[in-house]
């Protein structure tokens, strides 16, 4: 841990404020205190945070196309263990630390699960002394803001960059690094050796901003390294146009610095969907390319061996956003460094491992084949031999036509990324157990049968840090001083909780400090929205993104069962309920975006409605993202984790919640499936159709919600209200959604699982009736959520992937 007096650092500090900004404490905004704490931290792991340790030892690096990191002085003072002097010594300067921590923007360089699972996974490795850095893209606008307007989703620009910068980054513009488009290759042979030419280029700078990842309490820091693009050189001009061996106009020199910036300036807001537009391929090259050149540059700097590399790199790619990281390592090696085809290929393959993360056939990435060969002339070459060397090893193997056209990197018109990844790897793995079977036994089935030795399972996982020590520090301070401080570094260790599963005091201080944790909410709901929620009733809350699979459409419809229930029967028995929502839906996706629309529309009728008597409130938080996360999940008492069974690769909120003791309602799908598996039946609430079932109807059909609307009550019931201005103000999307479910045969048998659904419901309102057992299935689920720390998961990937055969590098 980092050691600070209260003295220096409150010197420091101030002297710091004169050079920053030339002016005293006194007179400082929150945001120029913040820019100068931040600084000060800075100043105090600078001489830890070396970049390379290549020659001593293996180096991970994470390409990711998003890292949605949360904001970061909260959590790099616990990690560092500074919190409480800091906190001290502000006071003393009469700042409050709370204040500056707020203040912080909300870095949202991510869609959802797979950016905050990257932001995890920077945590982990930083705490388990592992020399892992990602490799991203610094956009301009993260996510936008999404704000709702008569209820509305309303999209609006994310500028996270105040005053142009982020308090925690370092530029570095002496490692920036060029990165080729479009232009010519020819392919010269020099005395049999292939020289090859790439001419009329356009170079793109990549310039590095420097993030420092801190681990917990072991001085080791690592880098997440941003790429901005930009032109050739700052004060573009002739030299730009130069660059390009061609003597433009003014113009051009424009049109190129707008190419140049276009790259880095926005984050597609795509969860679980393929972005297929030329500037997706460009953001993808760009990162890739430059990450792969950094890594090269360092490693060569050590005069280390090139046909060594895989012994000192390890190259994780998050999904296939960055899987030209292969055709990228194949081209250095072969074109700069001048290894054979078979060398290089050996090296890459063993260095490169790779991560699905979606079995949803329309987030698998293809390409247009001209539009690579366009844009990168060169990778495409290697991308065309790689495919034809693999297609004629699959022809060896007398694979039949149509296997091997599936297992094809090219086919008539596109890459297949999935493909490419698989083939040009040596691990694939999937992010939950059920996960990784679905792609062994039918999504990615020919790749399985051909080479099983590749495919492995890592199931999700989750800084506790972050999500339990810092965002419940009440509950963490409880198990503290129930079981020590163990647990902190060894989650495994929360199992201890279970000797107090029958202890009344321990029970009604878990119910305690979640009713804290409530109050907090519902102060934050009164405040930001004026509507009083009641501490004392039900939390059960859905956030995530929002989509048809993860259906949220499911939760409302319940709503509306229960809704009627109370005005049907005004003595009808149930405890009251807050249902709390946060998603933000894809600017395109309509369907999702009238779901938003419906759910805002049944608030307002519900919300105002007199005749139920507060027992049901509805809340949709606006904006959802890391940081109102933080506030939301330890006040939950119900998770809601209710996809379409095999949809969910594995979910990460769902292990958010049961750590800060929510009890999950779920189908058994993704990580749910474990939960389970570690909570045992009595301490979960499970429904809705198996893999099995739901594979089954896919494949051989048979539902029909047709029939079931019209042979059931309820079902008509709901589902009428959609169209029949039951809700008002809402008749285009009503009946969008009704069309969904009725005239398209709803594709996520949402109709088929209601019933279901309600009965679990009603499963959960009389648990909550006990609140000694409710408590107690709060601390079993804690207790039991030790394996999804992303530490566990980053340590199976650390043995069975990165490190795998080498000695004492873990
Ligand atoms: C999955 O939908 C999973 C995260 C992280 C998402 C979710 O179930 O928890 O990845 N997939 O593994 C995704 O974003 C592009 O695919």
């Known amino acids: 841990m980092a050691k600070i007096n ?52 293996k180096e991970v690096y994470y390409f990711s196309i998003e890292f949605l990191l949360g904001r970061q002085l909260k959590s790099n003072l616990l990690n560092l263990g500074i919190e409480n002097v800091v906190r001290e010594s502000l006071k003393e300067l009469n700042i409050d630390l709370d204040n500056l921590i707020n203040a912080e923007s909300d870095p949202a360089l991510g869609n ?20 892992g850095h990602g490799y991203g893209i610094r956009y301009k606008h993260g996510l936008f803001e999404q704000k709702f307007i008569n209820g509305y989703q309303v999209e609006v620009p994310d500028n996270w960059l105040t005053q142009g910068g982020y308090v925690w980054e370092t530029v570095r513009p002496n490692k920036a690094i060029v990165v080729k488009f479009e ?27 420097d ?110 956003h960055p899987t030209l990281c292969i055709p990228e390592l194949m ?86 990324m999935a493909n490419l990844s698989i083939v040009g790897s040596h691990s694939v793995n999937g992010v939950a157990k059920l996960h990784t079977e679905l792609l062994k036994k039918e999504v990615l ?171 049901i409130k509805v809340v949709f938080i606006e904006n959802y993202g890391v940081s109102i996360a933080e506030l939301i999940i330890p006040a939950a008492d119900v998770s809601e984790q209710i996809s379409t069974t095999t949809k969910e690769a594995s979910g990460t909120g769902n292990m958010k919640f049961m750590m800060n003791g929510a009890i999950t309602l779920a189908t058994l799908d993704g990580a749910n499936i474990e939960i389970f598996d570690q909570v045992g039946k009595d301490n979960i609430v499970i429904f809705g159709l198996s893999a099995n079932e739901v594979l089954n109807y896919n494949k051989f059909g048979g539902y029909s919600a047709l029939d079931l609307y019209n042979s059931n009550r309820n079902i008509k019931r709901v589902v009428d209200d959609l169209i029949n201005g039951f809700i008002p103000n809402m008749e285009k999307e009503g009946r969008e959604i009704y069309d969904s479910l009725i005239t398209y045969n709803d594709e996520y048998f949402v109709l088929r699982d209601i019933e279901n659904y309600i ?12 609140k000694d057992k409710w408590n107690e299935m709060a601390l079993i689920n804690i207790a039991n959520s030790g394996v999804f720390s992303s530490d566990r998961t980053i340590a199976e990937y650390a043995h069975d992937i990165w490190f795998k055969g080498c000695e004492g590098n873990e």
């Open 211 to 320: 993030i420092p990842i801190i681990g917990y309490g072991n001085n080791s820091i690592n880098t997440l390294r941003l790429f901005k693009s930009e032109v050739l050189s700052r004060d573009f001009g002739p030299l730009t146009v130069n660059a390009r061996n061609s003597y433009g106009s003014y113009e051009d020199a424009l049109k190129y610095k707008y190419y140049a910036e276009e790259i880095s300036q926005v984050l597609y807001p795509n969860d679980s969907n393929y972005a297929g537009r030329l500037l997706r391929l460009k953001q993808e090259y760009f990162f890739v390319s430059a990450g792969i050149q950094d890594i090269i540059r360092k490693y060569k700097k050590k005069k280390l061996d090139i046909k060594k590399l895989n012994e000192k790199v390890a190259i994780h790619i998050n999904d296939t």
């Open 759 to 770: 009965e679990a419901q009603e499963k959960i309102d009389k648990l909550y009736k006990n």
């Open 112 to 131: 959802g699960g797979l950016g905050r699972l990257a932001a995890c996974f920077l945590d982990s490795m930083a705490s388990l002394n592992i020399s």
């Open 6 to 57: 209260k003295n220096k650092f409150k010197q420091s500090f101030e002297t710091k404020m004169y050079s920053l900004y030339a002016q005293s404490i006194n007179d400082a905004t929150d945001e120029q205190l913040l820019n100068v704490l931040c600084s000060v931290i800075k100043d105090i792991i600078s001489k830890k945070w070396v970049d390379n340790k290549l020659d001593s030892q």
């Open 445 to 615: 089935k020919d790749f399985y049968e051909h080479e099983p030795e590749k495919f492995n399972n890592k199931t999700n996982g989750i800084a506790h840090r972050r999500w339990l020590i810092s965002a419940n520090s009440e509950l963490s301070d409880l198990i503290t001083g129930l079981i020590s401080e163990d647990w902190k570094t060894d989650t495994n260790k929360l199992k201890e909780l279970e000797i107090y599963r029958n202890n009344k005091d321990v029970l009604e201080k878990i119910g305690e400090i979640k009713y804290s944790n409530k109050e907090r909410l519902a102060k934050f709901i009164k405040e930001k929205y004026d509507i009083d929620v009641n501490p004392n009733s039900i939390f059960d809350v859905q956030v995530k993104r929002l989509h048809a699979y993860k259906r949220q459409l499911l939760n409302a419809l319940h709503i509306l069962h229960l809704y009627h229930e109370l005005l049907e029967n005004p003595n009808f028995d149930m405890e009251p309920r807050t249902f709390i929502f946060g998603a933000k839906a894809a600017p395109g996706y309509y369907l999702a975006k009238c779901i938003i629309k419906f759910i805002n529309s049944l608030a307002d009728k519900i919300n105002n409605d007199p005749r139920i008597d507060n027992k």
């Open 331 to 416: 081209r250095i090696l072969l074109d700069e460094e001048g290894l054979s085809w078979d060398e290089a290929w050996d090296i890459t393959i063993n260095t490169i491992s790779y991560t699905n993360h979606t079995i949803m056939t329309e987030a698998m990435e293809r390409w247009p084949k001209e539009m690579v060969k366009r844009l990168l002339p060169r990778i495409y070459m290697i991308i065309e031999e790689i495919n034809k060397r693999y297609v004629n090893e699959l022809e060896e193997r007398k694979y039949d036509h149509e296997k091997i056209y599936r297992m094809s990197i090219i086919d008539n018109n596109d890459i297949k």
């Open 183 to 209: 232009g010519n290759v020819n392919l010269i042979d020099k005395n049999g050796r292939l020289e090859v030419n790439h001419t009329d280029y356009l170079p793109i700078m990549a310039m590095p901003y």
